[in-house]
């Protein structure tokens, strides 16, 4: 079973830390994904990666950054949180090529 | 237009009911078709997976793809108070971007 975890599912954080939220894949796969998801609003892509040390903005990146130094993780990085980031975070994985991608439980971040 | 297009529901049923969830897409170049369902809270679980055009069952459910009307549905036969999420549609096109589109997905309940 291909399986992605990411690292907390609930975090709270005050406005204006530096928050690092955390997944790891342990399939292999080349592309991994960021998205946030909020009601209404659906899934919307912050970045993604095609493999190692590459990285692509998606719809939304502004306020967000990404490290990939390793295959099977994908960290994304909130460089100073704030209240209208509060969402649900979901990581994702996939073959390159491929279409069958694969969610992590999601990480619930509210910003205080 | 919307690349996806999908219902928002929210989509009540009895117990025992057929359900028919649907999508509608723009893109010719998608070949690559998703379902996902998604419970509250959790992060979306991938639930059949179609490869160009047809049908494919699994179980209770069947996912059926019109290329020529550029229509997807999914269908749940005999349904369960446990089938009650949120099903989220994806695309993706054969070569090109890696990323997928995705519907902004149909709230289900089944009730018992």
């Known amino acids: 079973d291909v399986k992605v975890t990411q690292s907390s599912r609930y975090l709270v954080k005050r406005t204006g830390e530096k928050v690092f939220l955390e997944c790891v894949q342990d399939m292999d796969h080349e592309n991994m994904f960021w998205y946030r998801q909020d009601p209404g609003l659906g899934l919307r892509l912050i970045y993604f990666s095609y493999d190692v040390k590459m990285k692509e903005k998606g719809d939304i990146p502004e306020g967000y950054s990404v490290s990939r130094e390793k295959k099977e993780r994908f960290s994304l990085i909130l460089e100073s949180a704030s209240t209208n980031q509060t969402s649900m975070y979901l990581c994702?994985?996939?073959?390159?090529?491929?279409?069958?991608?694969?969610f992590g439980p999601g990480t619930r971040l509210t910003v205080l | 237009q919307k690349e996806v297009e999908q219902d928002p529901g929210p989509l009540s049923v009895p117990e025992g009911a057929i359900v028919s969830l649907n999508c509608t897409y723009s893109?010719?170049?998608?070949?690559?078709f998703m379902w996902y369902r998604q419970y509250s809270r959790k992060g979306p679980e991938l639930l059949m997976y179609?490869?160009?055009?047809g049908n494919k069952e699994d179980g209770r459910f069947t996912a059926q793809v019109d290329k020529s009307s550029k229509y997807i549905s999914l269908f749940i036969r005999d349904s369960q108070p446990s089938d009650s999420a949120t099903y989220l549609c994806a695309m993706k096109a054969q070569g090109g971007s890696e990323k997928l589109v995705f519907g902004k997905g149909t709230k289900l309940t089944v009730n018992p």
């Open positions: 179609t490869y160009s055009s």
């Open positions: 994702a994985s996939k073959l390159a090529g491929g279409g069958e991608q694969f």
């Open positions: 893109n010719s170049a998608f070949q690559y």
